[in-house]
């Protein structure tokens, strides 16, 4: 079985859902014994765009380590992204030797960020990714692959998606997208906005005019554009606008609602 290397292409979402887990904490096992605080997004894939009824998926992916959410999510043919903890060598590979599919890294804030991630996370020839039988390719046991047929798969598999979230990072988008092993950008609305000056302020002007240019930049090298969205409503508008993926919620928000939901309707009945 070597389910981990099929996709290729925006195929790469190898299912029409992907699961993240954000990881905050020191290392991926600490973060996770906070789940509940920052833990899981829906992603939600082109293909997949009726997501309602599904949001049940995200819960069953609770557990301790980041290995086992991976392989959860593989057991549902869901694809793992992780975002990473910061931008160090150990953290890029400790998420992808376990077999994250992909990473959104946060806080970028020049092209040179950038470079040093693809570095770490891509085999050669696009980087220097340090290469052990692991994990993610079965302990060199998963298929019949030659090293650099392994180098040039995972190379293909895994997705790098530079946040962007500050103003330098926007200023520099169209560079950002069009290094080769970025596959796409991940805007941070909360963040981006602090860093333009318009604290959560998504419909100023100013903001609607950056996620335009980040869109365009995207679209003209071939990338994907993804987004945060917090509420049904707006996910279903990024759509509207274009967006490839949206990642939906937060775990502890997802739940604290649907508990306030059904509490309001238990409340109507008696
Ligand atoms: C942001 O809005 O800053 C994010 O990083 C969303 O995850
Ligand atoms: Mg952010």
């Known amino acids: 079985m070597d389910i981990r290397f099929q996709a290729g ?3 790469k979402w190898k299912a029409d859902a992907v699961i993240s887990f954000v990881f905050e904490g020191e290392d991926a096992e600490q973060a996770c014994s906070v789940l509940m605080q920052n833990a899981l997004w829906l992603g939600i894939a082109p293909a997949w765009r009726d997501f309602r009824g599904k949001s049940g998926e995200m819960t069953m992916f609770y557990g301790p380590k980041a290995m086992e959410l991976i392989r959860a999510a593989e057991l549902s043919n869901l694809t793992p992204l992780c975002r990473v903890r910061d931008l160090s060598r150990s953290a890029v590979l400790k998420l992808l030797d376990v077999g994250a599919r992909g990473l959104i890294v946060p806080n970028i804030h020049s092209v040179e960020e ?3 991630i693809i570095d ?6 696009i980087g220097q990714r340090g290469f052990c039988p692991t994990r ?7 298929t019949e692959r030659t090293t650099a047929e392994t180098m040039a798969v995972m190379n293909e598999a895994t997705l790098l998606l530079p946040q962007c979230e ?19 950008v991940f805007i941070g609305p909360f963040d981006l906005s602090i860093s333009m000056g318009i604290p959560g302020q998504f419909n100023h002007p100013d903001f609607v005019a950056a996620l335009a240019n980040v869109q365009k930049a995207c679209r003209d090298a071939g990338k994907f554009c993804m ?5 049904p409503a707006a996910v279903a508008e990024r759509f509207q606008q274009g967006y490839d993926s949206v990642a939906y919620g937060l775990d502890a928000s997802v739940l604290i609602a649907a508990f306030k939901a ?3 309707d238990i409340r109507s009945k008696i």
């Open 120 to 125: 770490y996370a891509k085999f050669a020839p």
């Open 262 to 264: 059904n509490l309001a």
């Open 114 to 116: 950038v470079q040093q």
């Open 136 to 142: 993610k390719d079965g302990w060199g046991f998963d």
């Open 166 to 184: 500050t103003a330098e990072a926007l200023e520099h988008i169209e560079e950002i997208v069009a290094l080769e092993g970025v596959d796409g």
């Open 227 to 231: 987004i945060f969205a917090g509420a």
């Open 9 to 11: 292409g925006p195929s």
